[in-house]
């Protein structure tokens, strides 16, 4: 037993140099991030759930349900599933596209052609623990799409809700 | 240490298998094996550190992804883990405290086992913090299980058969 001790004391005593030098190099690093960050979800104004990294400044609006519902059944509205295309046939929102974020640059010139600049857009993903919607409309606002909204609650606030679904490959 | 390394073969096998298994035993409980294991190892924790080193800010998102440390804890761990990594991943290459780096090491990579398997049991895929029940993402979880499952193996086996093989204690100071 004390064998096995006398092995844990430099193995603690390397998680502690690495723990000095870790936050040495990220105090003196230009890239260096606080030692304790804000992770946890913001609410909105209207109780609108977002993830932590959706910046209120600069980033698409967040909608909630009531406004999802709202929008839907307005013309030239167009709504984008940001997940993957097995979630996507497993099941969408009724009439929305699918643009996978993670592989943004391939889906784009396939899906993006059929959806005009000046259509109003929302995105969305699974829950609001996603940030697959929230990275979709940052790189569809970069390519020219002004009129954008992130829908957080997503797929699964929207299936609750018992609203119009589809399958498989039908928008 | 010497206990596991040399288990007795079973009398009542034939002698030729008896030979075979002691062969492959002899092999896979190597002191050289362990020397390619160790430097295998020690240059992929030097390798993953790198990244997360360079890019604190994202390796964080990464560790709130796994949705296991509580908030105030994430960036301390984003900011000391790597570290951790690449002074084990040198230490692993010149041989230095192996007995307990090669522990360390081990343990880490449990911790990083029970992480991903607790991911893969709830389905979260930890790529984009979000619940998805996709097989390419299972399968991607699982692919990183499997990975460090056999990263384990190779570093128990340079826990247990090390020897101080070429290590710089033994380039130093002859035993």
């Not at chain 1, 784009?108 to 929230?134: F, H, Q, R």
């Not at chain 2, 240490?1 to 092999?27: A, G, T, W």
């Not at chain 2, 390419?136 to 056999?150: F, G, H, N």
């Amino acid at each position: 037993m004390s064998n096995f001790s006398q092995k844990i004391k430099p193995a603690l005593i390397i998680i502690l140099v690495a723990a000095v030098i870790g936050i040495l190099y990220n105090l003196v690093s230009p890239k260096g991030i606080g030692l304790v960050g804000s992770w946890s979800q913001q609410i909105l104004e209207g109780n609108i759930i977002v993830p932590p990294s959706y910046d209120k400044t600069s980033d698409s609006p967040p909608i909630s349900l009531a406004d999802a519902m709202s929008l839907y059944n307005s013309p030239n509205i167009i709504f984008i599933d940001a997940r993957t295309k097995e979630d996507y046939l497993k099941g969408h929102i009724k009439g929305a596209l699918n643009l996978y974020m993670e592989e943004y640059d391939t889906w784009a010139p396939k899906v993006l052609p059929n959806v005009p600049k000046e259509a109003t857009i929302v995105t969305y993903c699974g829950a609001d623990e996603c940030e697959l919607s929230l990275f979709l409309a940052r790189n569809m606002n970069v390519d020219g799409y002004k009129n954008l909204k992130i829908f957080f609650g997503g797929w699964e606030e929207w299936v609750k809700a018992g609203l119009p679904t589809s399958t498989g490959e039908n928008p | 240490m010497r206990s596991v390394c040399s288990v007795p073969i079973y009398r009542d096998v034939s002698f030729k298998v008896e030979k075979r298994m002691k062969f492959l035993k002899n092999i896979l409980l190597s002191k050289h094996l362990a020397l390619l294991f160790r430097l295998f190892l020690g240059i992929l924790f030097i390798y993953a550190s790198v990244d997360k080193i360079l890019h604190p800010a994202a390796f964080a998102k990464i560790v709130y992804n796994f949705h296991i440390l509580p908030g105030f804890l994430i960036n301390l761990f984003a900011i000391i883990l790597p570290w951790v990594e690449f002074l084990l991943g040198v230490f692993l290459v010149l041989g230095i405290a192996l007995d307990s780096v090669a522990l360390l090491a081990s343990t880490l990579l449990g911790v990083f086992i029970i992480a991903l398997g607790v991911n893969l049991i709830r389905g979260l895929d930890i790529n984009c913090g979000c619940f998805s029940t996709a097989p390419a993402t299972k399968s991607s979880v699982s692919k990183r299980l499997i990975e460090d499952v056999i990263f384990l193996a190779m570093s128990l086996q340079v826990w247990k058969c090390h020897q101080g093989f070429l290590t710089l204690k033994n380039l130093f100071y002859k035993p």
